[in-house]
């Protein structure tokens, strides 16, 4: 794609002139003044660099630039100015601008800066994204866990890494499902660029059409200004679609014509626009069985399942617990700043006994909550969280049977105190159900 200059100067000669030398290498747009300028900003959210007159009707380059800023707008400033004063050059630069060019213009120095501008700008955005990847290196390069549904899966993402091919990726909430797009994305070859993820499940349906194909100004109430959606934001990179499986019927339709063609219009737009995405795609529902159902478009489904990744749930790989256990178990002892060695032989067995419903961001959760109230070297049974211990294992001896059945009625009690008898929050607070709750009072009221 070209990169986007809009030139402002109300003298035509010089505006025209310049549009005309840099249209072979760039998109160009003229504005005879700051006023028109905004309004083309406004509609044209891809414009790269503003080249600009200081001295102009209506609205002058200085207050062009501070609208511009107050906007929060990545634009780059170039001003262009037949009045060489110090004292402008150093406001500008001090509000923003990233040059200060006199007239008359020097063309090839004019070109050397507009390139160094849009190298800038790259450079700042690389920064950004080189943030958000340091921030996805903190969680682990690999799925942990030595079982051989964890080292299928890895040599599936091996293989997969090394292409651009669309992916979908399958399993129950808290399963990892997000950080397998992380390493399919980090080991690709578009690692270095964008890496964008959209939750599907949590936008209506025109704010998420919005989202993901941008729109127009005014082509909806409250549509101010043209908005880049998250295709164009991902060219060259990764676009990462959780929740898939709750996208609309007219937003399927806009996703296969991407997968099939590569192009798309914005929202209220007739401007074709083309970017080089990779999509990755994740849903905690059978895709196939909303095909059966007419809720889901099977030309779509088979587009996005070109590979396909099932993350199976923790109740299904409990032998890579005491792994996921010891890696949670080291990064909250660092956030939070203890000093626990380890868990004793019976909390570890509580843990593996447990059928993990939430997977393993509930096994996250429970360890965070056991660091925190541990105050020990080692983290034991009464420092776990209350709702493992309601339908405990039946494998467990009598006599951890035993111990384990105080300890959930002492949690519930607890739990019954804490909620001022408000049995219905006191069983939101053991993550159990209200009729589990009552059989259990009654149990106890029976002795």
């Given at each position: 794609m070209?990169?986007?200059?809009?030139?402002v100067d109300d003298e035509k000669t010089t505006r025209v002139g310049l549009s005309k030398v840099l249209a072979e290498d760039y998109k160009t747009f003229e504005a005879a003044n700051g006023r028109e300028a905004i309004a083309i900003l406004k509609d044209h959210?891809?414009?790269?660099?503003?080249?600009s007159d200081v001295r102009?009707?209506?609205?002058?380059?200085?207050?062009?630039l501070e609208k511009i800023r107050g906007d929060n707008k990545d634009v780059i400033v170039i001003f262009i100015s037949a009045f060489s004063s110090i004292e402008t050059a150093v406001d500008a630069m001090r509000k923003g601008a990233y040059d200060y060019l006199t007239k008359p213009i020097d063309l090839n120095k004019l070109e050397i800066t507009i390139k160094n501008a849009i190298e800038h700008k790259k450079l700042k955005t690389e920064n950004i994204l080189l943030k958000q990847k340091i921030k996805e290196d903190k969680s682990p390069k690999i799925l942990i866990g030595n079982s051989e549904k964890i080292n299928d899966i890895m040599k599936v993402i091996e293989r997969v890494s090394t292409t651009k091919a669309t992916v979908l990726?399958?399993?129950?909430?808290?399963?990892g499902k997000e950080l397998v797009a992380n390493i399919v994305h980090y080991d690709s070859p578009v690692a270095d660029g964008p890496f964008i993820k959209v939750n599907c499940s949590a936008l209506a349906e025109g704010v998420l059409e919005s989202e993901l194909f941008g729109h127009e100004k005014g082509s909806f109430t409250g549509a101010l200004y043209a908005k880049k959606g998250r295709f164009?934001?991902?060219?060259?990179?990764?676009?990462?679609?959780?929740e898939i499986s709750d996208i609309p019927p007219s937003t399927q339709i806009k996703l296969l014509r991407f997968l099939q063609e590569g192009e798309f219009e914005r929202v209220g737009g007739t401007v074709t626009l083309k970017v080089d995405?990779?999509?990755?795609?994740?849903?905690?529902?059978?895709?196939?069985?909303?095909?059966?159902?007419?809720?889901?478009?099977?030309?779509?489904?088979?587009r996005l399942k070109v590979i396909t990744i099932d993350v199976p749930p923790l109740r299904e790989r409990p032998e890579d617990i005491p792994s996921i256990v010891d890696f949670y178990l080291k990064k909250f002892t660092e956030i939070h700043n203890k000093r626990i060695k380890g868990l004793t032989p019976k909390a570890m067995k509580m843990i593996k006994s447990y059928d993990w419903p939430g997977n393993i961001r509930e096994l996250m959760n429970c360890i965070e909550s056991a660091v925190v109230m541990t105050d020990r070297e080692y983290i034991d049974i009464e420092n776990l969280p209350s709702f493992l211990f309601v339908g405990m294992d039946k494998t467990n001896s009598?006599?951890?049977?035993?111990?384990?059945?105080?300890?959930?009625?002492?949690a519930i009690l607890d739990a019954l105190e804490?909620?001022?008898g408000n049995k219905a929050h006191a069983a939101k607070q053991l993550r159990i159900g209200l009729r589990t709750l009552y059989r259990k009072l009654e149990q106890y009221q029976a002795e």
């Open positions: 070209k990169h986007s200059i809009l030139i959210t891809d414009i790269d660099v503003v080249l102009m009707p209506e609205i002058e380059g200085i207050e062009l990726i399958q399993g129950e909430t808290g399963t164009e934001l991902a060219d060259s990179g990764t676009l990462f679609l959780d995405v990779r999509i990755i795609s994740a849903t905690n529902k059978s895709l196939e069985n909303l095909v059966k159902q007419g809720k889901f478009r099977d030309d779509l489904y088979y009598r006599k951890d049977k035993d111990n384990l059945y105080e300890i959930e009625k002492k804490k909620s001022r």
